[in-house]
């Protein structure tokens, strides 16, 4: 079964303050792992794509990469408009299309 | 470009009766997907469609829920009876043929008493 882990449940940063959030994933075939915001009262936003170990990318302050057993969400120099929670899902290439969220991140951004 | 769209965004029933949730995919996407977000259990699929056929239903909790998708624009899932436990934010998700992201709507909160 796949499974997805995200830690810390919640974090809480001063504004310029870096820092990382992971997720961590257990999957039969990875096809893709997702990075998703989501503000309260709306739906994920989609951020990034990721499919195999040592890719990265990066959005503004985000920048996301992956191992063979992890991803880590690096924000640098957040602002308050940050804050939002972060989840984590993953696709495995059983052909299923379902995804595999985690918990999340609940990231506060304080000015 | 519009994305996805549900309806209604808030609904609030009473025990017993049929509740039906909307939801019109992004012009172009094949692929349709309405998962449930719990404080408990998160973010869970239960059903998604691929050119308006269910694919996999093996998320839906139980005979009370059905879901359609009569055309390519246009899906419903429905509750009858519903009971407080089906309370829960519900969404719709789409993706294009081939492609793996998968975009969500706004949700519809639902509030069963």
């Known amino acids: 079964e796949d499974q997805v882990t995200q830690s810390p449940e919640a974090l809480r940063l001063q504004e310029g303050e870096s820092s990382s959030l992971n997720c961590s994933y257990t999957?039969?075939?990875?096809?893709?792992l997702f990075w998703y915001r989501q503000d309260p009262g709306k739906g994920p936003e989609f951020l990034f794509t990721l499919y195999s170990a040592g890719e990265e990318k990066e959005k503004e302050r985000l920048k996301a990469t992956l191992t063979k057993k992890e991803s880590f969400l690096h924000i640098t120099a957040p602002k308050p408009e940050d804050s939002a929670t972060y989840l984590c899902a993953v696709q495995a290439n059983t052909g299923r299309r379902a995804l595999t969220f985690g918990s999340g991140t609940r990231l506060q951004v304080q000015p | 470009d519009a994305g996805v769209i549900q309806s209604p965004r808030h609904e609030v029933t009473e025990m017993g009766q049929e509740v039906t949730l909307r939801c019109k995919p992004i012009?172009?996407?094949?692929?349709l997907f309405w998962y449930r977000q719990t404080m408990m259990r998160g973010l869970e699929l239960l059903i998604y469609?691929?050119?308006?056929?269910?694919?996999?239903d093996s998320g839906m909790p139980e005979d009370r829920f059905s879901a359609k998708m009569p055309n390519a624009s246009f899906s419903t899932l429905k509750i009858q009876p519903s009971e407080p436990r089906d309370s829960a934010v519900y969404f719709c998700?789409?993706?294009?043929?081939?492609?793996?992201?998968?975009?969500f709507g706004p949700g519809t909160r639902l509030t069963v008493l």
């Open positions: 999957v039969s075939g990875l096809r893709g």
């Open positions: 469609f691929n050119n308006n056929v269910p694919i996999d």
């Open positions: 998700a789409s993706s294009s043929s081939g492609g793996v992201e998968q975009f």
């Open positions: 012009s172009g996407h094949n692929s």
